[in-house]
T-cell receptor
């Protein structure tokens, strides 16, 4: 089945710096790659996604890049702000069972 | 649209008690799921449903039952609560292309239910 690996598990940056979180997948048939953000005490919410026929997608300060050959996709946050502090998830669908697996996520802390 | 709603927001149970966590969505989504979130453990899938009358087990199904009699509702039942079930429970729904599972990655979450089992 699909296995979600996120790196790093925790990330601390200074306000204004960039942050990059990487997600590795194993199923070559995967074709949709979302990123979710969960602020403390709140529900997870989709912030950006990318399909396998696109290499990069941007939305203001966040972007997602996809490397199909290496089977990984990354979330890029530029000019980080304290409100970017959250846990970020890259859920993947197990093609055999159709289960959506979230994993443990990455805790991003932006220090003011 | 109210989106995904969950009740109650908070609940305290004693060991051995049973209860039902309610989840409803008004977006006509086929796919619904229940997750639990514990510190350091991320989101773990308990049960999910690809449509009315169809349910299946997730990663951690033991101690929980679900049913899906309508498209809108997906209740989660704790049969005999245990302290290990203390957690935050999230319900989620998504549109999926029928039978394929595609689309379920775009999930809409409810606000969560915080459960404490003493």
């Amino acid at each position: 089945g699909e296995n979600v690996e996120q790196h790093p598990s925790t990330l601390s940056v200074q306000e204004g710096d960039s942050a990059v979180i990487k997600c590795t997948y194993s199923d070559s048939a995967s074709n949709y790659f979302p990123w979710y953000k969960q602020e403390l005490g709140k529900r997870p919410q989709l912030i950006i996604d990318i399909r396998s026929n696109v290499g990069e997608k941007k939305d203001q300060r966040i972007a997602v890049t996809l490397n199909k050959t290496a089977k990984h996709f990354s979330l890029h946050i530029t000019e980080t702000q304290p409100e970017d502090s959250a846990v970020y998830f890259c859920p993947l669908r197990d093609g055999a069972t159709n289960k959506l697996i979230f994993g443990t996520g990455t805790l991003l802390a932006v220090q003011p | 649209n109210a989106g995904v709603t969950q009740t109650p927001k908070f609940q305290v149970l004693k060991t051995g008690q049973s209860m039902t966590l309610q989840c409803a969505q008004d977006m006509n989504h086929e796919y619904m799921s229940w997750y639990r979130q514990d510190p350091g453990m991320g989101l773990r899938l308990i049960h999910y449903s690809v449509g009315a009358g169809i349910t299946d087990q997730g990663e951690v199904p033991n101690g929980y039952n679900v049913s899906r009699s309508t498209t809108e509702d997906f209740p989660l039942r704790l049969l005999s609560a245990a302290p290990s079930q203390t957690s935050v429970y999230f319900c989620a729904s998504s549109f999926t292309r029928s039978g394929s599972g595609e689309g379920q990655e775009t999930q809409y979450f409810g606000p969560g239910t915080r459960l404490l089992v003493l």
